[in-house]
């Protein structure tokens, strides 16, 4: 593994559905072992650009290499390099835990030394030690998924998609899928992975937020929070929220609040603001406040200032 | 070649698993034909027959016994006058009376061309036709037997109308066309939900992301699919032959060949279908109409391509079953070589080619 080469490199990759943008210009490299999330709300155009960087949908303009493999002149080699594990975990049902393996060890090509082995090991990793004669079907959420990882690295790729590898899991069977990432990870192999669990973006090497489309944020998290510098976020809890927020805004010097939970954020237009300034109109209008507090920027404040600033709302 | 065995075990045991599936698949068609066969055959045997025998001699008695024992004709009564004929026919008690006249035993006797009538209600054209057949050919048979030779064996006042079957073996006939039927049902739905249901679940879009060509994924899927058809096209043929009386004049290898080369087309079709269906209520939507209503209806099947309108017989032109029937019955009814069947053979290879180039040109471009 070398870190300082790049597994992914995406340039100006675009798609179009019809006159449909889903993906605009999208450019961005992933190091080796990398492990790389990418956020967006529901219909950012993550599927599609994964589906383009798999040899799987061909890109309307824009390129990229995996792998140092063009996807659009050579999709079947990018095939054999990576792994992917759709956002359904798509098994096959019907077929018992075993026989998902065989089959995909089957299209992947492997011989049947090779794939004793890493069925051994997909057996050991997931945890499914003693159930590899029960359906697919009939497995709970959490081996559902690492079965469909484990089935996704049979071939023992460089380089994985992972796409809402997380989606309706129990958060205990979530912390044990990040840890197999992160062993995966350490073993050299590079992870793209999206979600929309921004809890789960903190566990990336790097992030890159994606809405409409266009790719609004990329670096660490700690990077992309960088947004914020010069602007204090006041977290504020009081016992009418919607009322504080809307008196909030009409304050000089408020850029913006939102609700989180039933705490507000109240994001500054610069350091001159002082606390006192925001309470005092709150408490006159007789809204009792809880507490008034500065909080570093979590993905979520970047994230909502992103859509902000491409005029936008989430979805 | 490893990789679509993995596709062809992977299928299996889908189905197997589905044993519900598979039990449809492989046992409805043979239902079916029980089914219709039945239908079919009730229809035109045990036809309620009055008899009015104004002669009573030992030939008109003969003629009579040759009515019953054809089994075509069950006799429900004996009557004396042309009034109690009209009430029987009337009140649908009887289908068809036989009458024969004063001087029928004396004319055979003198070779004289005798007469006899029958009448027939004639509610249902189709019925009455038949059954002018059945008695046309009865009362010839009875004739030859009653004179022991030619020329002029009794000939009946009506005229005889065209009847297809000179064997008097309707479901025989239709017999054919039911293979048709049914294997369209089970190959082009089967293939095509197959797929389809792998698109609705997702499985289909990780299998794409795997190194696997078209081709090899195409045959692993297939091939399933048309072993079963096979069996299934097995077990209704020995069900007809069983049941029906179904005879095999030609040749097994012929029939084979026929049958795989219909599967195949049948098997094309679901798979082009499935590449343009997304929900497996569109696809069998799509079965229904390019595969069910044309076999049923365009491929000489039910009515004769001969008597169809212009315009409908240019479409049979494409349809599979048209030249498969022509193929089957010649085998199975007639006992025709294959190579009097070579256009036949031709046709229904250019339409399974054709659907399965089409098909998996489509699942290729779908992969981009
Ligand atoms: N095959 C397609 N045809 C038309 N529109 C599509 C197609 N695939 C995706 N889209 C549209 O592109 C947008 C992005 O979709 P997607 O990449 O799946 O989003 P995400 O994965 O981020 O939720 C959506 O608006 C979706 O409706
Ligand atoms: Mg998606």
Same mark, same amino acid.
């Given at each position: ?17 019809? @006159? ?11 190091? #080796?072992?990398?492990?790389f ?6 219909g ?6 994964i ?5 799987l949908l061909? %890109? ?5 290499? $995996? ?9 079947e080699?990018?095939?054999r390099?990576i ?12 077929l018992?835990?075993?026989?998902n393996i ?5 299209i ?13 090991f ?19 959420g959490?081996w ?10 049979l ?9 809402? %590898? ?52 990329? @670096?660490?998290?700690?990077e $992309?929070?960088?947004i914020?510098?010069?602007?204090p ?8 929220p919607?009322?504080a ?5 009409a304050?000089?010097?408020? #850029? ?6 039933t705490?507000?954020h109240?994001v500054l237009?610069?350091?001159d603001?002082? %606390?006192?300034r925001?309470?005092? %109109? ?7 406040v ?7 920027p979590?993905?979520e ?5 992103v859509?902000?600033?491409? @005029?936008?709302?989430?979805? | 070649m ?12 889908q189905?197997?698993?589905?044993r ?28 309620? /027959? ?6 009573n001699?030992?030939?008109? =008695?003969?003629?009579v ?10 006799q ?10 009209e009430r +029987?026919?009337?009140?649908?008690? &009887?289908r ?6 004063e ?21 249902? &054209? ?8 059945y &008695? ?10 009653l004179?022991?030779a030619?020329?002029a ?12 079957n000179?064997?008097? =073996?309707s ?46 994924f195409?045959?692993?899927?297939s091939?399933?699919?048309? /072993?079963?058809?096979?069996?299934s096209a ?15 004049r ?5 029939l ?17 279908i ?6 497996q209520?569109?696809?069998f939507?799509? &079965?229904?109409?390019?595969?069910f +209503?044309?076999?049923l ?7 004769p391509?001969?008597?169809?309108? =212009? ?14 029937l022509?193929?089957? =019955? ?16 031709m ?8 659907m ?13």
């Open positions: 593994m070398d870190k300082n080469r790049n597994a992914i490199e995406v340039r100006r990759l675009t798609r179009r559905f019809g @006159g449909f943008v889903a993906v605009s210009d999208v450019s961005f490299d992933v190091r #080796e072992g990398e492990i999330g990418f956020l967006g709300s529901n950012a155009g993550k599927s599609t650009t589906r383009m960087l798999c040899g061909a %890109p309307t303009s824009g390129h990229a290499t $995996v792998g140092g493999v063009d996807v659009t002149r050579d999709p080699g990018v095939k390099r792994g992917y594990m759709s956002q359904r975990f798509s098994l096959y049902e019907l018992t835990v075993d026989q065989r089959f995909f060890g089957g992947y090509g492997l011989d049947d030394a090779r794939l004793a082995e890493r069925r051994r997909v057996i050991d990793m997931a945890g499914l030690a003693g159930r590899e004669q029960t359906l697919a079907r009939d497995l709970a959490g559902r998924q690492r079965l469909a990882l484990g089935c996704a690295i071939h023992e790729p460089r380089i994985l998609f992972l796409d809402e %590898p997380t989606g309706g899991v129990d958060p205990l069977s979530r912390r044990h899928f990040w840890r197999l990432i992160d062993t995966l990870s350490q073993s050299g192999v590079t992870v793209l992975v999206t979600t929309h669990y921004l809890d789960e973006a903190e566990r990336c090497h790097r992030v890159a937020l994606i809405h409409a489309g266009k790719l609004a944020a990329i @670096g660490t998290t700690t $992309v929070k960088q914020f510098s010069g602007r976020i006041l977290e504020i809890r009081t016992d009418r919607v009322d927020m809307r008196i909030l805004d304050t000089s010097g408020v #850029e913006k609040t939102s609700l989180f939970g705490a507000l109240v237009r610069g350091r603001v002082t %606390p006192e925001l309470v005092s %109109p709150l408490r006159a209008q007789g809204i009792a809880e507490s008034v507090a500065e909080v570093a979590s993905l404040d970047v994230f909502l200032e859509i902000d600033r491409a @005029g936008g709302t989430a979805a | 490893r990789k679509a065995l993995a596709v062809y075990r992977k299928e299996w045991r189905i197997l698993r589905d519900r599936t598979l039990l449809i698949l492989v046992f409805v068609p043979a239902f079916f034909l029980l089914l219709y066969g039945y239908a079919l055959n009730w229809d035109i045997r045990h036809i309620a /027959l009055a008899v009015e025998d104004r002669d001699s030992p030939e008109s =008695r003969a003629l016994s040759a009515f019953v024992n054809s089994s075509y004709f069950d429900v009564a004996l009557i004396h006058s042309p009034a109690e004929a +029987l026919l009337d009140a649908n008690e &009887a068809a009376v036989l009458v024969i006249p001087r029928f035993g004396r004319d055979v006797t003198n070779g004289v061309s005798p007469q006899v009538q029958v009448l027939i209600n004639g509610d249902n &054209a189709n019925t009455a036709t038949t059954v002018i057949g &008695a046309t050919s009865i009362v010839r048979g009875a004739g030859v037997s004179r022991g030619p020329p064996g009794p000939r009946l006042s009506a005229e005889p109308r065209i009847w297809y000179p064997e008097l =073996r479901t025989l006939f239709l017999v054919p066309g039911l293979i048709a039927y049914i294997l369209m049902i089970t190959a082009v739905i089967s293939t095509a939900l197959s797929i389809v249901k792998e698109k609705e679940v997702g499985t289909i879009e990780q299998v794409r992301m795997a190194p696997i060509g078209t081709f090899p195409v045959v692993g899927k091939i399933p699919y048309f /072993l079963i058809s096979l069996t097995a077990l209704i043929i020995l069900a007809a032959m069983a049941l029906f009386g179904l005879p095999m030609g040749n097994w290898l012929s084979l060949l026929a049958l795989s080369l219909f599967i195949a087309g049948a098997l094309g079709t679901g798979l082009l499935s590449t343009a269906a997304d929900t209520q569109v696809a939507q799509a &079965a229904m109409l390019t595969s +209503l044309p076999t209806m365009l491929s000489g099947f039910i009515f391509i001969s008597s169809m309108p =212009r315009a409908l017989q240019l479409i049979t032109y494409v349809v599979p079953a048209r030249y498969f022509v193929a089957l =019955r010649g085998i199975v009814l007639k006992g025709t070589p294959l190579w009097l069947l070579a256009p036949q053979m046709a229904l290879t250019i339409y399974a080619l054709a399965l180039a089409l098909a998996s040109v489509r699942l290729a471009r779908e992969a981009r």
